[in-house]
């Protein structure tokens, strides 16, 4: 055939060149990406992560000495905080007693309200950590991922505004109330070294 002409492939055409940039693109994008990931294990990994996790599990265990219907763990932190074994809410089952998060709350208090120093170091020591330490308790439908009003706020809270990383960890639980009533709602752990 005379007059056809056929057109040859080259090599550094405009297809080649946009390959390899999207090429060039997608493998940033997955390493960028792969960073990140390690960056959110490592933390997850950290000594603080894994304290405020140890202290939540604690906190929803049975306390040791035990709520005697009168007194707990609790009223030995200002004078015998070595006494303490568990620190923890729960009665006989994972059903938390409010009697307890009242009298810690009233022993130790916030940053807002009646904090007792003395008492928050031996709750410290109580609850086996050189970190600082916030309790957040909040009632059934007010935690919005720890922006609502807390029930209970117990130990320093002034870690918003603090140039460090906060470890903070969360769960659900199930309160015994004065009154008898069974609530649901959140605990938060948060823990910081200052």
């Known amino acids: 055939m005379i007059g056809v ?3 040859k492939g080259q090599y550094f055409s405009f297809d080649a060149i946009t390959s390899i940039i999207i090429f060039m693109i997608t493998m940033s994008l997955i390493v960028t990406y792969w960073f990140t990931i390690q960056g959110v294990m490592t933390t997850n990994e950290s000594d603080a992560y894994r304290t405020a996790i140890r202290i939540s599990d604690t906190l929803v265990s049975r306390g040791d000495p035990t709520w005697d219907g009168l007194e707990s763990w609790v009223n030995k932190i200002p004078s015998n905080p070595e006494e ?3 620190a923890g809410f729960a009665e006989n089952t994972s059903i938390l007693n409010q009697w307890m998060i009242l009298d810690l709350e009233d022993l130790v208090g916030s940053s807002n309200s009646g904090f007792n120093t003395g008492n928050y170091n ?5 609850l086996r950590t ?3 330490v916030n309790i957040k308790i909040y009632r059934e439908g007010a935690f919005n991922g720890g922006e609502g009003t807390p029930w209970y706020n117990i130990g320093l809270d002034n870690y918003t505004n ?3 990383t906060v470890a903070s960890y969360n769960r659900i639980i199930i ?7 069974l ?3 959140n605990l938060q752990i948060n823990i910081w070294d200052n």
Not at 122 to 126: F, G, I, M, Y
Not at 175 to 181: L, Q
């Open 175 to 181: 309160i015994n109330t004065t009154s008898g009533n």
């Open 5 to 7: 002409k056929t057109r």
């Open 122 to 126: 031996n709750l410290k020591r109580v």
């Open 84 to 86: 303490i074994m568990i």
């Open 130 to 132: 050189g970190y600082d």
């Open 162 to 164: 603090v140039n460090t």
């Open 183 to 185: 609530v649901r709602g």
